[in-house]
């Protein structure tokens, strides 16, 4: 849906590979083969997960990025680019006004695209994949920015903040 409605919109879609993980060369090379297959027949230009394209770069100088279920969009948001969540992710509920889940939401954002959100909103996740799956078990944050440390409101802490905050 998301395709055909960016075509629609004058856009050329670009399909970037995840960077395959050392060990899981085979697999990703299986997923280049189908998503290679898919952008052929939906006039897609496909970066394989071999490509040496720079994935922050094309994140950069692309008009909105578009993620299903990747962490990809936490750095496309990092990088202060528009971004597009077109799956209810662990994470989407810190951003809600970057998703659209259904045909009549994803016409909506082509309408007005243009939304860059405070980066600090998405810092506890972040942080979270930063550190491998982590919890800080002695964070809370709410989805109006809130955060508090073991009862205390602390703001939004950076990510240097957040780490002195998780070895205490």
Not at 45 to 66: E, G, P, Q, R, W
Request: proline fraction near 3%; glycine fraction near 6%.
């Amino acid at each position: 849906i998301f395709v055909r409605i960016a075509l629609e919109n004058d856009f050329s879609v670009v399909l970037r590979g995840h960077p395959s993980s050392p060990g899981l060369e085979k697999m990703y090379a299986a997923e280049d083969e189908e998503w290679a297959e898919f952008c052929d027949k939906n006039r897609i230009t496909h970066f394989s997960s071999i490509s040496k394209v720079d994935s922050y770069k094309l994140m950069k100088t692309s008009s909105i990025n578009v993620v299903y279920g990747s962490t990809a969009g936490i750095d496309s948001i990092i990088l202060g680019a528009n971004t597009l969540v077109l799956a209810n992710t662990d994470w989407a509920h810190l951003v809600p006004e970057l998703c659209a889940f259904d045909e009549l939401s994803i016409r909506n954002r082509f309408s007005n695209f243009e939304r860059i959100i405070d980066v600090k909103k998405i810092y506890p996740y972040a942080y979270y994949m930063e550190c491998g799956g982590i919890e800080m078990s002695n964070v809370e944050y709410f989805d109006d920015g809130r955060i508090y440390f073991e009862g205390q409101e602390v703001g939004a802490p950076s990510l240097k903040f957040a780490r002195k905050i998780l070895k205490r």
